[in-house]
């Protein structure tokens, strides 16, 4: 008995320091999430050891959620594997300054975004996925098969909601996460910001007051500084997304149209509202009869693969306007978005129509064929395995380059970064620096209507992969560091 | 001498037989504008008369421009020869009513749009050409070309005001017709409905007051509703456009925020500015600092092939912002139009972007290659003498078998029919009725938000070509013979 001991000891111990050597590599970087570590053969043959130690090990680190088996496939660095501190926000609780705000940012966003789009410019400001991860190929193939078969079609103008095939596979997929959707209850746009802007003007006069996450997405504040509304910023949890408490009091204290929410991989925050808080904001806005408009850009885009329930499926009442569209999966360039608009439709498609009657059939025939031809779960699967790899290997390189005291957000999903520099570090000295450096990034200034974010920087990690990553952040984190020290 | 004389006198009485002959045939219809007489030689067959007495009767006919000698191809029925008196409307003169009022017509338009679109009704009531009349042959192998070369330019958004190849050949176009226009003055939209919208919105707030003409498109008026402007309806000359006159007492008599102008084939009247009115409505404005919105939707759809200059022609400080689109020439469903806003080009470029971003690149580039594929004016002529011809066979079929009295425009462009029938006579009855017979039209209650024009109805006239047009025009022609009895 005393000799089985012994040798369980020895083979505890020698399991155990193949698992930290394995966590000390993931830890350095050496393995991103997503990457795929050596077989249980590859494994035991460096380390001469027998595969059912090694097996032992990656059980281990199984079971700390660092890493994950895939059926027939191997181990793999799991992306939520941070232990990282979640970053501090200023107001992060109730915030007494939380008051309705008029939006004055569109003239520093024209400049900043003009700065980061030049040629010359290595773009991490606009939050697109850079071409190269859509799915071209598939979708120029699709693309003659719909010139061939569908050109009365692209040629008259439809006087409808949009085109049948495609209202039909958007409700499809939206009843697999949950939506009670049917066709008929979809409306096709040119796109997701079109979609926000038709449901703000179908649930709010010029002069209302719409609420959204703080810090918030720079298209929503341009937006609602467009059409002539008022903001008011809801603290936004860098995990759990919009504070419903804050969102509570707020409700108390202001007359509020609209609450604007991305509940997935919020922008900038990247920060992913629980299922129950969804449920619960639903709820919430149902029993003041505030609609709820969500912006669901991002749900399919998911490191892990999972699909969290939007907010429209605990939509009992209809309240609940969710858009969408197919810029960050398919193609930004066919401009197609969708609205669920719920009890509003009838409002919504109004102001569709008033906008441009209706959304060019080619993009939509395109778009519905390339979700029906099965192949678009598997691009999805690609494409956030790419994204998370770059975001992963950005947000590591900030860890090692930026001064002390930074912090990075830790998303789930999407393709965007935020960074909280130290107070002294003002964000838009820092983007002017760097579009000198021939590098663009989006300061704090534009995501929100206060000032409380100046101190921050965007970085959208979906960037070209063809340019050089290390060297860029490397750039930026020396800019930083020169303003510190300044 | 005598001898001589009396043989030259024959000559001119068998001449004008033959001129009085053809006039006849005009008029009753048998040869319609557009179409080829017969040949000089097949005429002096059949009359057995020598060509020079038939070249001399149509010399007579082209004189009194009943018909056109087009080189190497014959003779053809002009289409400007109605000798028929111009329609009288209401109030034409100075109206004491003349003041901005809220429109209201939506609900009522909804209705009827949709009982228009039903898939059993023959719809003459939409102001779209059939898709009969669009080059989809030419398109779809453009599409083929464009799917070919440009699949990353579709794939990928841009953030710009349109495609450069668009925008340099709508600015060639737009300098042919005497606007002094580069390719970064344009911005492309998604139809000419979007480049109204935006258009307003930059240059008017909520509750500002926009003239426009009396009768005026439904179009228009709807977007003054969805955007809550108030209407100022300036009474329309059936033949040369909004009355300028009752636009400067306008003028003197309320703040007017802009002014909304169709001088090519307005819609549903069909008049059509003459040069100077419109040099002088550009410099009346200008010298009071009010922004002209130039509609232009129609101007290359001129019967004769002739193209006015537009109000942007004459604008010399920036102040007319000229919208157009290819829906009624090339193709509706690709939703491509355009803006030069001149002065206001920051601001509409700034609601354009906040509308959708930028205009799908497919559509874009697919509109550019056909402008640039030279086949683009011989379709217009193709298309308008098409259109011209159903035109007049509707305008002939209304003279012929609706009641006494009834009027009906004469436009010399465009694609719309105006009929003023009795005041007994209610449009919206009549339209009703018709649905119920499975035809389509537009009564004049959408024509302005007054109810000046309730006993007039819209017929759109490049309907299908390959419905039974004499039996439709006869069925409406019933209706209204029954409505006047009762």
């Not at 570590?37 to 035991?44: D, M, N, T, V, Y």
């Not at 079971?63 to 941070?82: D, Q, T």
């Not at 410019?121 to 071209?136: A, C, L």
């Not at 003041?288 to 693969?305: A, N, Q, R, T, W």
Request: hydrophobic letters at 40%; charged letters at 20%; proline letters at 5%.
């Amino acid at each position: 008995m005393t000799k089985i001991s012994t040798r369980v000891i020895t083979k505890v111990l020698l399991y155990q320091q193949v698992a930290d050597d394995l966590r000390d590599l993931i830890n350095q970087g050496v393995y991103l999430p997503g990457d795929k570590l050596p077989s249980l053969r590859a494994l035991s043959v460096k380390r001469k050891m027998s595969i059912a130690t090694i097996q032992r090990a990656l059980e281990e680190l199984e079971i700390v959620g660092l890493i994950e088996a895939r059926p027939k496939s191997g181990y793999y660095v799991c992306f939520n594997n941070s232990t990282d501190a979640v970053i501090e926000l200023p107001n992060m609780g109730m915030s007494m300054t939380m008051k309705p705000k008029s939006v004055k940012i569109h003239e520093l966003a024209s400049q900043i975004f003009h700065q980061c789009g030049a040629p010359d410019v290595i773009n991490m400001g606009t939050s697109y996925p850079s071409s190269d991860f859509m799915p071209t190929p598939a979708l120029q193939k699709i693309s003659n098969q719909v010139i061939k078969h569908h050109m009365a079609d692209i040629v008259e103008v439809q006087f409808s909601a949009g085109n049948t095939l495609l209202r039909d596979v958007l409700a499809k997929r939206m009843n697999e996460s949950g939506c009670q959707v049917s066709a008929s209850d979809v409306i096709v746009t040119n796109g997701c910001l079109e979609a926000l802007s038709v449901c703000l003007r179908a649930v709010a006069k010029p002069g209302a007051t719409i609420a959204l996450e703080s810090p918030g997405f720079v298209g929503s504040l341009q937006l609602i500084e467009s059409l002539g509304y008022k903001a008011l910023e809801i603290p936004c949890h860098p995990v759990t997304g919009m504070s419903l408490e804050a969102l509570e009091l707020a409700l108390e204290q202001w007359q509020i149209s609209a609450v604007l929410v991305v509940p997935s991989y919020s922008n900038p925050l990247g920060s992913c509202m629980p299922e129950t808080n969804r449920k619960q904001l639903v709820e919430l806005l149902a029993t003041k009869d505030i609609p709820l408009i969500e912006d669901d850009l991002l749900g399919d885009l998911s490191f892990d693969g999972s699909r969290l329930k939007p907010c429209k499926a605990f939509d009992k009442k209809g309240m609940v306007l969710y858009c969408s569209s197919v810029s960050k999966t398919i193609a930004s360039g066919l401009r197609v978005g969708w609205i669920a608009p719920g009890a509003y439709y009838k409002e919504v498609s109004y102001f569709k129509t008033f906008t441009n009657i209706s959304a060019p059939q080619f993009s939509q025939i395109v778009v519905a064929q390339f979700y029906n031809s099965g192949k678009y779960e598997r691009h999805v699967r690609q494409l956030t395995a790419k994204i998370a790899k770059q975001v992963y290997q950005i947000q590591s390189l900030i860890r090692q380059h930026f001064p002390d005291g930074t912090q990075v957000s830790n998303p789930q999903g999407g393709c965007i970064l935020w960074v909280v520099l130290s107070q002294d570090i003002d964000g838009h000295e820092l983007h002017l620096k760097a579009i000198d450096m021939g590098i663009g990034i989006i300061p704090g200034q534009l995501s929100s209507a206060t000032n409380k974010f100046d101190h921050c920087i965007r970085i959208n990690c979906a960037c070209d992969p063809k340019i050089d990553i290390q060297s860029s952040i490397k750039t930026l984190a020396a800019i930083a560091t020169r303003l510190l020290i300044k």
